[in-house]
């Protein structure tokens, strides 16, 4: 890989990852805008977001992360997929023992949610229009 194609790859990664940022400080933005209906509810915000946005940054830097090997490709992909899911997965099963109650009751799980789907729709769109002129692994080619 060239050099200014590995700099365009590290920019479209360091864009895609402000995108997400931006998306989540709106939906954080929105949601604050809803009013107070709980005391803690800055903290409910924050909790999700933080999650949120740790599962959305990280998994779209792994993703992007360049590997001529198709085997890591997959792999990566799968490492990818599994922090985006199961961080919000994880942080959603500690709300609902005894454990979160304060958060819970401020609404976290549900702010969870709503920030997890604006961040995976963002997500998508950025992997389909970043992947445009990406090259392609490539692997063994069947010769008929």
Not at 16 to 43: F, N, S
Not at 84 to 109: K, N
Not at 123 to 139: A, E, F, K, T, V
Request: glycine share 12%; aromatic share 10%; net charge positive.
């Amino acid at each position: 890989m060239t050099s200014p194609q590995r700099f365009s790859e590290f920019g479209w990664t360091l864009f895609g990852t402000a995108v997400l940022a931006a998306v989540l400080a709106a939906a954080a933005g929105l949601t604050m805008a809803g009013g107070a209906d709980h005391p803690r509810k800055v903290e409910a915000v924050g909790f999700a977001a933080a999650v949120c946005l740790f599962g959305a940054c990280g998994s779209w830097i792994i993703a992007r992360w360049p590997t001529a090997n198709p085997a890591l490709g997959v792999a990566k992909s799968l490492g990818a997929i599994t922090l985006r899911l199961f961080l919000p997965l994880v942080a959603l099963g500690w709300l609902l023992q005894s454990a979160g109650g304060e958060l819970q009751e401020a609404g976290a799980a549900r702010f969870l949610l709503s920030f997890y789907l604006p961040l995976l729709a963002a997500d998508i769109l950025l992997h389909i229009i970043g992947s445009q002129n990406r090259p392609r692994i490539s692997g063994k080619k069947r010769v008929n």
